[in-house]
């Protein structure tokens, strides 16, 4: 197959020390029934054979190119390399750990012909031996502004945009927190139109040892503030102590059904192509996974104050004071009991919700 001039997609890959793993990713793309597309894969500065088996494909297949690139350490940077050197309409991401199947191009290509900017396909997991471990559900592959700002929904395997969507939001940035996250937000508050599709057409791997679960998170939803430590250990281990995790997931179930019902009457509310099922039934059979343990409380000193706050996965402060702001408006029957909680335990100059301004946690 030879390359056209413009190809309908790009495929951008970034890829460190994969080595002869790597080739199954490639054959994945290589199996897609769209057969219009390049693959670029931007190699991190790999010092093992991984550039091999990559020129290996590429010598059966022209439409595969290497770009090597001096290391970056995270895959913004390559992925910004091949944003640069892309040629298609449609711009698709795979990380070298996961795998398409062979329709996940073609769906894309539906997606985007109903006026989408940007399309998100649903997924599989799979561990290190090819077994499925989960796989997402109609509810999970619904959309809205105000579910893109709160969770870090679409990993970039499932991920396709058109051409120059990502460089008009000032790319793929690096630091803190989930980039995909980052970017997708970017081009939501752009006002990038976005589609998604039911069909589990990536797969994922479903592994500790993944970046995924790597990333500290470096900024807090800040949950109450106290001056004294002794009050806000005595706050933390209350709601440590599972005594109300009933309590708790009774409030989560309200406040999120609340919420979803108000999403899926608006008009920003997208629900997966060709989907026409309920939202409240797909809550309800889901609900069961729900923690509620509050147990991923931290707490961490702050402008002279002692802060209890959750960890956030999010790449900027701003981010975290956002969504700090938008829970505390989005789910008050939760807030209204972490507040009696608070009170109980008698802790002065507890506040639940720090304001703005106080500084980021």
Known sequence: MRPTSTPRFSVICPTYNRSRLIAQTLDSVRAQSVTDWELLVVSDGCTDDTEDWVRAAAGQDPRIRLIRTERHGHPSGPRNRGLAESRGEFIAYLDHDDVWREDH?????????????????????????????????????????????????????????????????????????????????????????????????????????????????????????????????????????????????????????????????????????????????????????????????????????????????CATAGHAERITAMVRRLQPAQWALLDEIIAACGAPGAAAYVPAGSGPA
């Open 105 to 313: 191009l073609s769906a894309l290509t539906t997606a985007f012909g109903s006026g989408a900017d940007v399309v998100a396909t649903g997924f599989e997991l799979r561990d290190r031996e090819g077994r499925v471990t989960s796989a997402s559900r109609p509810l999970e592959m619904c959309w809205h502004p105000e579910i893109q700002a709160l969770g870090a929904v679409f990993e970039p395997s499932r991920v396709a945009h058109r051409r120059g969507c990502a460089e008009r939001v000032g790319g793929w940035r690096a630091g803190d927190g989930m980039e995909d996250w980052d970017l997708w937000l970017r081009l939501a508050d752009a006002g990038a139109r976005f589609a998604t599709v039911l069909d589990r057409t990536a797969g994922l791997l479903d592994s500790v040892g993944t970046r995924r679960h790597h990333i500290a998170g470096r900024h807090h939803l800040r949950v109450a503030a106290f001056d004294d430590v002794r009050h806000a250990h005595a706050v933390l281990s209350e709601l440590r102590s599972g005594r109300h995790t009933s309590a708790l997931r009774a409030a989560c179930a309200r406040d999120t059904l609340a919420w979803l019902r108000r999403l899926a009457a608006s008009r920003e509310f997208v629900r997966p192509l060709g989907w026409h099922g309920d939202v409240e039934a797909e809550l309800a059979e889901g609900w069961g996974e729900a923690d509620g343990s509050w147990s991923d409380l931290v707490l961490v000193q702050r402008a002279g104050r002692f802060v209890l706050g959750l960890p956030l996965a």
